[in-house]
Structure formats: structure tokens, C-alpha cells
């Protein structure tokens, strides 16, 4: 039996590494899971046991770096064993909603283990006058995940358990476990926001004739929006970028400050280092694309300690990545 889970664990990890890479998904899923337990020999007399649990679990992820997740299930060959549980997840790495990799995370819960006295005719018998029959174990394991489709995950690790609440002799068993998950939220659709157009001058009207020229002062902002965990600048921005780059060679006295911002998803520190990826990024732009020398660009990051909008929504951190520059001149308005 022990051949056909590492079996059938390869089979199933080889089938998820090649399905398209898609995002994760927060929110309440439902799924089932193949559990191949080895049962302690503590437990019986003649040695250790066997055993293949199939379950239902349902669960809810949250934050993306959390799920708590309940299920049960019985042995599926010959009703030796059942099983509840209550486990909590943990996902390691960045906190990224937009992740399409495979993910380490760490499991621990606790299990109950109602060992049928079925067996009893089959030669099985049970330490301690059947006191194992019937008890709690608290485990913890480490294991892999991947989003295979936009709603379905595979999940896999390896678990000890320790048997508690029993004081006459300690059981140490072992799990292997593969999941596959149906998560009823979908994927988060991307936020695209077009630019905004460039200011135009507006009509003045003709000075009279004995005033002096009458000027104008002219403003262009820069508001380049990024994609979760990115510094990559999007074609989209091409019309302000010329907009910047236009007033700039027109006015060799005018200087840029670029200001680099990230919504509040990772630690602070990679969210200071990204804000300066992507306000490096967009001096690049204008430099190598647009004919700006690089010494007339002042480039900050703030990482995310300057927000516009609320982190707590997917609109607000969309608003909340970005690079802002502003820049002004004064000319003489036409006659």
C-alpha cells in the first residue's frame, strides 16, 4: 500500500507542475484528499498498521497566508479506520494574491481516530484492552500547493502525529496527503486604468495692447500604475511618458522628482525595495526611450507608508502602486 501512495502522489504532482499556471483564490472551497496513514505499533499487538483514508473537507483561505480547513473521511478498502480533523494552513514566501507558483506551506491541527473493532475478527488486536481504538493525536507536516485552474488546487504533504490523552504508551504516526480543492471565488480580475490625457493649454485672450505679455503656468502630472508585485512600466503609459519627455526637452531647466509607492501586501522592507524598482524603472523609461538625460531625474521610494486609498480593498491597493511625478513651467500665452 505504501507503494501505490508514492505512486499515485508522483502521478497526481507531475499532472499539477504540467497544468497552466493561474492565480490563487481567497474566500470558502470544498475538496477531497487521499490520506495514506502508517499507525504506530504502540497501538497493536504484532506491529504497525496500514491504512488509506478517503475525506471531505471544506475550508476557507484568507489573507491569501491563511486557511482553516475541517473534513472527515473512512478507510476506503476495509472500514478499518475513521477520521475527523481540524487543521490550519500557513502558506511561507511573499504574500502575493497574483502568485501562479508552486507555494510551501506548513500544516498543524488536531485528529481524531475511531479505529473500528471490525478488525477484531481479523486477527487485529488492540493494545491496552482497545484504549486505542478510539483517540486524539496533534500533528504538524509541510507540503506543496498550485492552482491547476482558475478554481481548482492540488495540495500535498507529508505529517507526524502525536497520539495525547493517553498516558500508557505513545503513539507516533505518519501521513502522506493529497488534496485537490474547488475554490467558489474565482480569480481576481487585473485593474486597468487608462492614462489620463495631457493637459492642453487653455484659450487665453489677447493682452491689450500696452500690457505687458501675459503667461501661463503649465502643469504635467505622471501617475503610472504597476501590477501586483511588478516594476514593469505598461505600454499604456506611452502618452504621458511623451507628455513628461516633451516639456522637459522643451524647457532644459525643468528637473523631475519620481516618487515610487506599493499597497501594504509583504513586509516593509521588500515593499521599500520595490517602490524603488519601479520609480527606477520609469527614470529608465524616459532616458532610454524618450531622450531624457538621466542627472535631470530625482527618483524616492516610500514603500508603503504614503497610501491613497484603503489596503484593505483590491481597488484601493491597485491605486496604492504606483509613481507619481509632477512638473510646471510658465510661457507666454499666444497672441
Known sequence: MRNKMIAMAGAVALTAGLAGQVQANEGAYVGGSLTGYYLDSSRFVGGGQESTVGSVNLGYRFANDWALEAGFGADVADERLDVGRLDMYYWFGEANPDST???PYWVAGITYFDLNDQDAGAGLTYLDDGENEHSWNVGAGLGLSKMISDHFEFRGDVR????VRDDKNTAIDGAVNLALNYY???????VVTQA???PMPAAKPAPAPVAAPEKRTITVKLNVLFDFNKADVRAIYGDELQAVANAMKAHDDIELVLEGHTDAVGSDAYNQSLSQRRVAAVKAKLAKDYGIAANRIATVGYGESRPIADNATAEGRTKNRRVIG??????????
Open 196 to 198: 489620463a490625457p495631457a
Open 326 to 335: 509632477e512638473l510646471s513651467y510658465t510661457e507666454v500665452a499666444p497672441k
Open 101 to 103: 507558483a508552486w507555494r
Open 184 to 190: 467558489f471565488n474565482g480569480p481576481k480580475a487585473a
Open 160 to 163: 507526524g502525529q502525536y497520539k
